[in-house]
C-alpha cells in the first residue's frame, strides 16, 4: 500500500482494545484517545526538521537543536470526533495552530458537503497534520484535503486511528501524495459505513451522544 504507516507500539495497541471495548465509558474513551494521539505524535512528526541554536546550560554554552520551522505546525481537526486526538497533539506541542473543518453527507445526494473551513492564514510555509479517529468510507478525510491543497501547505498528512481498508484504498486513489497514519487496520465495513470490528460510532463515545 502507498504511504500507509501503522503504528502498531504495544501501548497503543493495549489501548485501542481498552477503547474498542463496549463496556468502556466516556470518560476512560476520552482520555484514552488523548493518551493514544500523544504516542502517536511522538511517530508523525519524527521527521520534522532541526537546527542548532547557541544555549548556556549551567554548564557551559552548547550548540542544541531545536525544530527548524519557523511557522507552527498546523493541527486540522475534522470536527467532530478530531477533537479527540487534537487534544492529545496539543498536550505535546502547545503551541502548533489549529484549524477546523466540518463536513456532513447529505442524504439526498449523499455527497459529501463542506459546512465550516477555518484554518490558519497563509499555510504555504506550514506544515498540516489532519486528524479525525476513523476512515471508513474515506468520503471525508477525501473531501476534507482538497480544499487544503489548494492552500498549498508545505506538507500535508493524515494520522487517524482506525481504518477499514475500503477507505483507505479511496483515500490512496484521490490522494496517493498524502502519507497517512494509523494505529490499526480493521477488517471491513458493514452495511451502514461502520467499521467492524471497529470501535462504534467515535463521536457519540468521545462525547457521550448516545
Ligand atoms: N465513523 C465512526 O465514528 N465509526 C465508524 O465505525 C465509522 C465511521
Known sequence: MPDLHLIDHPLIQHKLTLMRRAETSTAKFRTLLKEISLLMAYEVTRDLPLKLE???????????????????????????AGQGILDGILELMPSARVGHIGLYRDPQTLRVIEYFFKVPEDLSDRDVLV????????????????????????????????????????????????PLYAAAVDEKLDERGYILPGLGDAGDRLFGTK
Open 54 to 80: 547557541t544555549i548556556q546550560t549551567p554548564m557551559a554554552t552548547m550548540e542544541a537543536p531545536v525544530l527548524a520551522p519557523e511557522k507552527k505546525l498546523v493541527v486540522v481537526s475534522i470536527m467532530r
Open 131 to 178: 486528524v479525525d479517529p476513523m476512515i471508513a468510507t474515506g468520503n471525508t478525510a477525501v473531501a476534507a484535503l482538497y480544499p487544503l491543497k489548494q492552500a498549498k501547505p508545505r506538507s500535508l498528512r493524515f494520522l487517524c486511528l482506525l481504518a477499514a481498508p475500503e477507505g483507505i484504498a479511496h483515500f490512496h486513489r484521490e490522494h496517493p501524495d498524502v
